[in-house]
T-cell receptor, first 114, second 115 residues
Framework: GNSVTQMEGPVTLSEEAFLTINCTYT??????LFWYVQYPGEGLQLLLK?????DKGSNKGFEATYRKETTSFHLEKGSVQVSDSAVYFC?????????????FGQGTILTVHP | GAGVSQSPSNKVTEKGKDVELRCDPI?????LYWYRQSLGQGLEFLIY????????KSGLPSDRFSAERTGGSVSTLTIQRTQQEDSAVYLC?????????????FGPGTRLTVT
């Protein structure tokens, strides 16, 4: 079946530090990959996505590259801000009869201190 | 434009009671999904609607759970004879279509507490 594994959290960083959150996946067919973010008190929202191998998704200074050879989609940001504190979820939708349903990783809590 | 809305935002119910959770998707979105977010299980898929039909109900955890969608719009998730393990945040999402590359837009969720 399909599954997503994220690095364990919580992650605590100082402002302007470099961020990496690891994500690897197992999927049938050819998945699309997503990072969703949940800010405190808010709903889930899409941060970025990539739909084919070697695609790079980017948004708000965050980037992730679809690596088919390593089945990974690691999230990176060069300089985090306090406002980036949130829960980050890696997710995929797989082909076949998945109908676009999302399979999520367990989430990584990020806290950024001034 | 208006996003996905859900009601109620919070629901506290006694064990054994039935509850109904409502989702209003973004207008024109044909695909609608229900997910559940709980401490022990993370984010889990429950059911998918395309229009008014539900081709994928594989995530419903038991026959106490059911859902319908009418007019290709509003959806209701019903939990009968609630149990404490049903306590979770129930999220609804919609997307323009059921394809694998479309972004899903999430509602704020309904927090269900079963006492």
């Amino acid at each position: 079946g399909n599954s997503v594994t994220q690095m364990e959290g919580p992650v605590t960083l100082s402002e302007e530090a470099f961020l990496t959150i690891n994500c690897t996946y197992t999927a049938t067919g050819y998945p699309s990959l997503f990072w969703y973010v949940q800010y405190p008190g808010e709903g889930l929202q899409l941060l970025l996505k990539a739909t084919k191998a070697d695609d790079k998704g980017s948004n708000k200074g965050f980037e992730a590259t679809y690596r088919k050879e390593t089945t990974s989609f690691h999230l990176e940001k060069g300089s985090v801000q306090v406002s980036d504190s949130a829960v980050y979820f890696c997710a995929l939708t797989a082909g076949g009869t998945s109908y676009g349903k999302l399979t999520f990783g367990q989430g990584t809590i990020l806290t950024v201190h001034p | 434009g208006a996003g996905v809305s859900q009601s109620p935002s919070n629901k506290v119910t006694e064990k054994g009671k039935d509850v109904e959770l409502r989702c209003d998707p973004i207008s024109g979105h044909t695909a609608l999904y229900w997910y559940r977010q709980s401490l022990g299980q993370g984010l889990e898929f429950l059911i998918y609607f395309q229009g008014n039909s539900a081709p994928d109900k594989s995530g419903l955890p038991s026959d106490r759970f059911s859902a319908e969608r009418t007019g290709g719009s509003v959806s209701t998730l019903t939990i009968q004879r609630t149990q404490q393990e049903d306590s979770a945040v129930y999220l609804c999402a919609s997307s323009p279509s059921g394809g694998t590359t479309y972004e899903q837009y999430f509602g704020p969720g309904t927090r269900l507490t079963v006492t």
